[in-house]
């Protein structure tokens, strides 16, 4: 297990020493711009978790047009009952493109682990083999999540 505090090592850092390692595993994150989880897999992010109230995929489907109301509703509903993951079900039963899926699962990794760069103070804590109860088919470099991060800091300036 590796654990440190963000007053001493930059959230970014601590990103790139795992994908350097190709780490898999979860890091979870407490500070007061928000706690969350990441999901590593062999150096890449392929799942993220908030604390603090998101919208998920699925709604961010829905906003998009991609994807009714309804048929999210009974998607979730299928999925409760056959026990299937939300993004499998709706590609497979044609709801979703391949593509669509993955931007709203990219979107959704994105804000997380851009929410959770605004600690500046806190701990983290990582976990090898750590593993999310997903079905998410994308993995993200970290130096693109890096890169997006200063991205949205020369906008602000």
């Not at 930059?10 to 994150?29: C, E, N, Q, Y």
């Not at 959704?108 to 500046?120: A, K, M, P």
């Amino acid at each position: 297990m590796l654990t440190g505090t963000l007053d001493d090592f930059d959230l970014r850092d601590v990103f790139r020493l795992l994908s350097f390692a190709h780490k898999t595993g979860k890091l979870s994150v407490a500070g007061p711009a928000g706690g969350g989880r990441i999901y590593f897999r062999r150096g890449r992010v392929y799942h993220a978790e908030s604390d603090a109230l998101r919208e998920g995929f699925g709604r961010k489907l829905v906003n998009a047009g991609k994807l009714t109301e309804l048929e999210l509703r009974r998607t979730l509903e299928y999925c409760a009952a056959h026990g299937t993951g939300l993004g499998d079900a709706l590609v497979t039963r044609g709801l979703v493109a391949p593509e669509d899926l993955e931007a709203a699962l990219r979107q959704e990794i994105e804000e997380v682990v851009l929410g959770l760069f605004h600690n500046d103070r806190g701990s983290f804590a990582f976990e090898d083999d750590e593993l999310a109860d997903s079905d998410t088919v994308i993995q993200l470099h970290v130096e693109s999540l890096i890169e997006e991060d200063f991205d949205i800091v020369r906008r602000q300036v």
